[in-house]
Each structure stands twice: as structure tokens, then as C-alpha cells.
């Protein structure tokens, strides 16, 4: 008889645990969300071969009445730039281009950087400057932030300035890099980066709910789209052509989750090789809000945390968005969560090593 009670207590605790672990998550999420104002966030976990749990938490707009759904838009920013290095990748592995080409070939308008290599331009080690971090661009955004302009009008800001070193000689995070990135993928294959994006990679996977556009989006998405916000400013207008092939893409936390899966299954998206190649890194310097030690590959960062070992991931920020995910090789376990709201240019709450990162890490 004890033994039978004893039986019938582990398979109940065995059940519960798992439930009430969910459950602490969800209450954290929900707790963190208000303290922090955010008007809505996702967060999705997913264990092995174990389905995910999503976590909703909020409204589409701020002070809102309509819950989000794992369907809903939000911009992920720089988290583009995997997709970037990976069509790139995929160019190379079938005989298309070599990553360590120079680009003169393809810019001659820009004899300055003939010997950069796309390889350099994708590993933020090319010494390109960044078009966002100039007066021209920013006076842009404020007064003119709807407005259409092409690519190649942004890399042009970028040239006006001066290199920040030799190619090869330091790391620097520019967004001309994967401007030109997106440009040369259009000049090796004829074809846009939208219909590229969409025939490698958001049919095969079924990213439905996954865009991208260098212009702004239409009434049909803009509505699927959680309303993003810079301290109490409704952003969600500003057009995506600002970002373009460096940040300018929409995705669901359902989609997120399932691009990361297949970045990291060898086969899914890119060979073996290739998945080497995108985790070939360098060290990356001090700056504020990313954590210290990070190392930055073919578009996409690592780092060394104790207890977790190396882990992969992007923390891409745009327009009020903050999106993220993570892959935990040794935990077998990824995470991704994007929210809608940054205030006082805090826009880093969910970089590793944050607060609402190390607490999801502790309870998962």
C-alpha cells in the first residue's frame, strides 16, 4: 500500500512541476511588463523536441482592449541581418559568390572600399561607417519619416564620412554593411531581396507571418502589426526603407521561434560548413547595454555565460521594437521574446545578461 502512495505522489509531482514552472514564468513575464510599461510581449521557449510555450502577455496598443496573439507583427531589427548571412551562405555553397571576394567588383562607384570583403562586411570588421550615426540620417528620421528613398541613397550618406580603420584592422558595428550585403545579393541573383527572402526562406519554412519591404508596408500587414512606441510616440508608421536589409523585417513570435530552430539545425537552412562559417567569431568591444565578452560572427553574436556555456544570439532593435532570441546548445533550449516599447532610450532590456533574460534563464 506505501508503495502504491509513493508511486501515485511522484507521478502527480511529476506532472505539477512542469505546470507550476510555466506558470511562474507566465506571472514573472506579466509582472516584469507592467512594471516596465510595455504596452505587450511575447516570449516563446521551446526544450528539445518538447513543444514551445508561448507566453502573451498585453494589448496591440497602448492602453488597449485587444489581447496579442502569437500571429501578431513586431520589427526585429537587426535580427534581418541573420537572414543576410544566411542567402549569402546559401550563394556560396552553391558556387555563386566566395565570401572572401572584394566587393570592387560590384561597387565600382566606391573605389575607397574595393578591397573590403563581403566576408569583412558580414563580420562587422570592414571599417564601413555607419550611415545611422550621422547628422544627415537623423535629421531624416525626425522630419521626414515616412518617406521612400533607395538603398543605394543611404550607403552614399556612409561614404560622405571617413572609414573608421583599414579593412581588417578592428570591429565596428555599421548598418552600411548589411546595406551593401543586400545589395549585392540582388546584383548575383536579378532578383529583389524581398523575393529572395521569400523563396529561400519564408515559404519553405512557412513563415507566414514573417515580411519584408523597403517600403512602407500595406494597410493588411500594418493592421496584423502590435503598435510600437518610443516613451509615449506611436513609431509604428516609420518606414521600414529606413533599416532595409539591415533591420527592416516584421515577424511574429511563432516565426522567430521557428527561424531560429532551423538557423541552427544543420541541413534545415545551411549545410554544416556553412553553419561553421556564420560561427566563426570575433571579439567584439565594449559598448553599452551589450554584455561584455560577446563575440560577433557572420551576423549574429555569442557568448560565454557560466553554467550555460556558449550561447547564440541577436538582440535587434527598431522603431519602439526590441526582438530577441537565443540558441542554448547545451541546454538544447531557445528562447525568443520581442516587445513593443522602450522609454528613456533604454533599448536594451533584452540583451543577454539583463534582468528579464537572467530570470527566464534561472526559472527555465
Given at each position: 500500500?506505501?508503495?502504491?502512495?509513493?508511486?501515485?505522489?511522484?507521478?502527480?509531482?511529476?506532472?505539477?512541476?512542469?505546470?507550476?514552472?510555466?506558470?511562474n514564468?507566465?506571472?514573472?513575464?506579466?509582472?516584469?511588463r507592467?512594471?516596465?510599461?510595455?504596452?505587450?510581449?511575447?516570449?516563446?521557449?521551446k526544450?528539445?523536441?518538447?513543444?514551445?510555450?508561448?507566453?502573451?502577455?498585453?494589448?496591440?496598443?497602448?492602453?488597449?482592449?485587444?489581447?496579442?496573439?502569437?500571429?501578431?507583427?513586431?520589427?526585429?531589427?537587426?535580427?534581418?541581418?541573420?537572414?543576410?548571412?544566411?542567402?549569402?551562405?546559401?550563394?556560396?555553397?552553391?558556387?555563386?559568390?566566395?565570401?572572401?571576394?572584394s566587393?570592387?567588383?560590384?561597387?565600382?562607384?566606391?573605389?575607397?572600399?574595393?578591397?573590403?570583403?563581403?566576408?569583412?562586411l558580414?563580420?562587422?570588421?570592414?571599417?564601413?561607417?555607419?550611415?545611422?550615426?550621422?547628422?544627415?540620417?537623423?535629421k531624416?528620421?525626425?522630419?521626414?519619416?515616412?518617406?521612400?528613398?533607395?538603398?543605394?541613397?543611404?550607403?552614399?550618406?556612409?561614404?560622405?564620412?571617413?572609414?573608421?580603420?583599414?579593412?581588417?584592422?578592428?570591429?565596428?558595428?555599421?548598418?552600411?554593411?548589411?546595406?551593401?550585403?543586400?545589395?549585392?545579393?540582388?546584383?548575383?541573383?536579378?532578383?529583389?531581396?524581398?523575393?529572395?527572402?521569400?523563396?529561400?526562406?519564408?515559404?519553405?519554412?512557412?513563415?507566414?507571418?514573417?515580411?519584408?519591404?523597403?517600403?512602407?508596408?500595406?494597410?493588411?500587414?500594418?493592421?496584423?502589426?502590435?503598435?510600437?512606441?518610443?516613451?509615449?510616440?506611436?513609431?509604428?508608421?516609420?518606414?521600414?526603407?529606413?533599416?532595409?536589409?539591415?533591420?527592416g523585417?516584421?515577424?511574429?513570435?511563432?516565426?522567430?521561434?521557428?527561424?531560429?530552430?532551423?538557423?541552427?539545425?544543420?541541413g534545415k537552412?545551411?549545410?554544416?560548413?556553412?553553419l561553421d562559417?556564420?560561427?566563426?567569431?570575433?571579439a567584439?568591444?565594449?559598448?553599452?547595454?551589450?554584455?561584455?565578452?560577446?563575440?560577433?560572427?557572420?551576423?549574429?553574436?555569442?557568448?560565454n555565460?557560466?553554467g550555460?556555456?556558449?550561447i547564440?544570439?541577436?538582440?535587434?532593435?527598431?522603431?519602439?521594437?526590441?526582438?530577441?532570441?537565443?540558441?542554448?546548445?547545451?541546454?538544447?533550449?531557445?528562447?525568443?521574446?520581442?516587445?513593443?516599447?522602450?522609454?528613456?532610450?533604454?533599448?536594451?532590456?533584452?540583451?543577454?545578461?539583463?534582468?528579464?533574460?537572467?530570470?527566464?534563464?534561472?526559472?527555465?
Amino acid at each position: 500500500m506505501l508503495k502504491k502512495i509513493s508511486l501515485l505522489f511522484l507521478l502527480i509531482f511529476s506532472f505539477n512541476t512542469p505546470a507550476k514552472s510555466v506558470e511562474n514564468i507566465s506571472t514573472f513575464i506579466d509582472q516584469w511588463r507592467k512594471v516596465n510599461h510595455i504596452p505587450a510581449i511575447a516570449v516563446a521557449i521551446k526544450i528539445g523536441r518538447e513543444n514551445p510555450n508561448y507566453y502573451l502577455k498585453g494589448t496591440t496598443t497602448l492602453n488597449g482592449k485587444t489581447k496579442i496573439n502569437a500571429h501578431n507583427l513586431f520589427g526585429i531589427g537587426s535580427i534581418t541581418k541573420t537572414f543576410i548571412a544566411a542567402t549569402l551562405l546559401q550563394l556560396q555553397e552553391t558556387h555563386k559568390v566566395n565570401l572572401d571576394d572584394s566587393i570592387g567588383k560590384y561597387f565600382p562607384e566606391y573605389p575607397r572600399w574595393r578591397k573590403i570583403s563581403i566576408r569583412q562586411l558580414l563580420n562587422m570588421t570592414s571599417g564601413v561607417p555607419n550611415f545611422t550615426r550621422t547628422e544627415a540620417f537623423k535629421k531624416l528620421i525626425e522630419h521626414e519619416p515616412t518617406k521612400y528613398h533607395p538603398i543605394s541613397f543611404f550607403v552614399d550618406l556612409a561614404y560622405g564620412q571617413k572609414d573608421e580603420f583599414m579593412p581588417g584592422k578592428g570591429w565596428y558595428y555599421s548598418n552600411t554593411n548589411y546595406y551593401l550585403l543586400g545589395l549585392i545579393i540582388e546584383k548575383i541573383t536579378n532578383q529583389s531581396l524581398a523575393l529572395e527572402f521569400q523563396q529561400r526562406f519564408f515559404k519553405p519554412l512557412h513563415l507566414s507571418n514573417t515580411h519584408y519591404s523597403i517600403n512602407s508596408y500595406p494597410m493588411s500587414i500594418y493592421k496584423q502589426q502590435i503598435h510600437a512606441y518610443l516613451d509615449n510616440k506611436d513609431v509604428t508608421r516609420e518606414n521600414p526603407a529606413y533599416y532595409g536589409p539591415a533591420g527592416g523585417m516584421l515577424m511574429s513570435i511563432q516565426d522567430l521561434l521557428i527561424w531560429t530552430e532551423a538557423l541552427f539545425t544543420p541541413g534545415k537552412i545551411l549545410s554544416r560548413h556553412s553553419l561553421d562559417e556564420l560561427m566563426q567569431t570575433h571579439a567584439v568591444p565594449p559598448s553599452p547595454a551589450k554584455p561584455n565578452n560577446s563575440r560577433y560572427g557572420l551576423g549574429i553574436y555569442s557568448l560565454n555565460i557560466p553554467g550555460l556555456g556558449i550561447i547564440w544570439w541577436y538582440t535587434g532593435v527598431i522603431n519602439g521594437y526590441s526582438s530577441t532570441f537565443m540558441w542554448i546548445p547545451n541546454k538544447q533550449t531557445i528562447l525568443v521574446a520581442q516587445i513593443d516599447r522602450w522609454k528613456d532610450n533604454n533599448f536594451g532590456l533584452l540583451m543577454p545578461r539583463q534582468n528579464f533574460i537572467n530570470t527566464i534563464l534561472e526559472k527555465i
